[in-house]
């Protein structure tokens, strides 16, 4: 079994390397890798689902969108993601589409929430297809 996620060194923010046998399963790794720098997804009980539908017109934009939708569900909805399930990446028209399914609470008063991640960056990043499929985010914190 090839690790999840590393946490990298980084001067002001925070950089992690994701890892997964496909492109998909390195996406579900990069948003706990996300997570877990604001909270312990594995603590978080998975009562509701949020559906996540995302464009991009590479794969770099794609997965911008899809780390941002965690944001956006913690800022709009107090919504804390603990699982992604069902996550597919396919070509579109103009680029690429995702779609996933975020399980998670909308009361983050019950858990400890530790960090803030303000946004997903494109600097530094990276998506290597090799074996294991590996891409790299810095987000801003």
């Not at 069902?86 to 996933?100: H, S």
Request: aromatic fraction near 10%; include cysteine; charge should be negative.
């Amino acid at each position: 079994m090839i690790e999840k996620f590393r946490f990298l060194d980084h001067t002001a923010d925070a950089k992690f390397q994701a890892y997964g046998r496909t492109l998909e399963e390195a996406f579900v790794n990069a948003a706990l890798a996300t997570v877990s720098l604001m909270w312990e997804p594995a603590k978080v009980e998975t009562k509701l689902d949020h559906p996540v539908d995302v464009q991009g017109r590479d794969l770099e934009q794609l997965l911008v969108r899809f780390l941002g939708e965690i944001i956006y569900l913690i800022e709009t909805r107090s919504f804390l993601v603990a699982v992604v399930d069902d996550l597919t990446i396919e070509k579109a028209d103009a680029g690429f589409r995702l779609r996933a399914v975020f399980r998670g609470d909308d009361r983050p008063a019950k858990y400890a929430i530790f960090g803030e991640v303000k946004a997903i960056t494109y600097n530094e990043m990276r998506i290597d297809q090799g074996c294991p499929v590996t891409v790299q985010v810095v987000v801003d914190i």
